[in-house]
């Protein structure tokens, strides 16, 4: 897979490095299940009470707080400016303390196409080290989870080899988009858009992968298919329903 060009960073030597790697406030963040205990959070570390959304029992965050392993809200993005983002991914990278497995990672980097066709240094803190994983933070902003929790979303997206042997299966992009025009046919009313399409499978197929590296048992896919058709389009689902609630009268105090 291409690389995207928003995860291109890292200005030439003596270029100016105060601009910003981050993604725009107005960025729509894909809704991340967390734990109901999240919601204390509010008012705190920038926890915005808007950001909560609730579908049955379960909650779900739509701010730009990465959400970790465990469904907590743990931190900020990584993104930034240039110096804060190297210096993230140079405190990540230092994190991996085995030197075998800090190897492994910066491989599995390489094989996705973070190194553009490179390879990782023999220190493994060069800056193209730094770089590749300046790409990856980045991604982890755009996935709104913790480097930790974002690997199996990363290895869904970019194809290449997995660095622990075992994949994620996710359901088909075909079958997810049947379910999903279903689904957007008797909430909305009408087809989604393609580009609207693509969000939705991508967030259906997001809650498998992200329920599979927490080993929790993934919603049905209808139930994800609505949550899907539904987020940022409440408005439209509600209008939907009261004509649908209309008709039905109708035709009952027609008979």
């Not at 993604?23 to 926890?47: C, W």
């Not at 190297?86 to 094989?111: K, M, N």
């Not at 080290?129 to 979303?153: N, Q």
């Not at 899907?228 to 649908?244: D, I, K, M, P, Y």
């Amino acid at each position: 897979m291409a690389i995207d060009p928003d995860l291109n960073f890292g200005p030439p030597p003596g270029a100016d490095t105060s601009g910003q790697y981050s993604l725009p406030i107005t960025f729509p963040y894909q809704p991340r299940q967390v734990a109901p205990k999240e919601l204390s959070k509010v008012g705190t570390t920038n926890v915005d009470e808007n950001y909560f959304q609730r579908k049955g029992q379960e909650l779900f965050y739509t701010g730009p707080q990465l959400v970790n392993e465990k469904g907590e809200i743990e931190r900020g993005p990584y993104g930034g400016s240039y110096s804060k983002l190297q210096g993230e991914s140079y405190q990540f990278l230092a994190t991996i303390s085995d030197p075998v497995q800090r190897r492994d990672f910066l491989l599995e980097l390489a094989d996705r196409g973070l190194y553009e066709g490179g390879k990782p240094s023999r220190s493994g803190f060069d800056g193209r080290d730094i770089e590749a994983v300046g790409k990856y933070l980045l991604t982890m902003d755009r996935y709104g989870t913790t480097a930790k929790a974002g690997i199996g979303l990363f290895r869904q997206e970019f194809s290449g080899g997995q660095m622990s042997g075992t994949s994620i299966r996710v359901t088909a992009k075909e079958d997810v988009q049947k379910v999903l025009n279903d689904e957007s046919l008797r909430l909305l009313g009408r087809a989604l858009t393609p580009a609207e399409a693509r969000e939705a499978v991508r967030f259906v197929q997001q809650q498998q992968v992200q329920r599979a590296s927490g080993a929790q048992q993934a919603p049905a896919l209808s139930t994800a298919a609505s949550m899907a058709v539904t987020q940022g389009r409440e408005e439209e689902v509600a209008v939907q329903g009261a004509a649908r609630a209309a008709e039905v009268l109708e035709r009952l105090i027609g008979r």
